[in-house]
């Protein structure tokens, strides 16, 4: 590396020191945001529908065969 490309070169400590500051800030801002809850009933349901058309398809299976 020549010096004209040394001094050409990014100053990636200024990044450094922007992030450190940034972990030492201690506010975590909206990154302490959680993911809307999930419903215990609506997956039920969804489970039982899944298992219902499965049924149906089964039995449809079962039919054409015998």
Do not use: C, H
């Amino acid at each position: 590396m020549t010096t004209g490309e040394f001094r050409a070169a990014r100053d990636i400590s200024a990044s450094t020191a922007q992030f450190r500051a940034f972990a030492e800030d201690g506010s975590q801002g909206d990154w302490e945001a959680s993911a809307p809850a999930r419903s215990p009933a609506k997956i039920a349901v969804l489970i039982a529908l899944v298992i219902v058309v499965l049924a149906i398809f089964a039995f449809i299976g079962y039919e054409m065969k015998g």
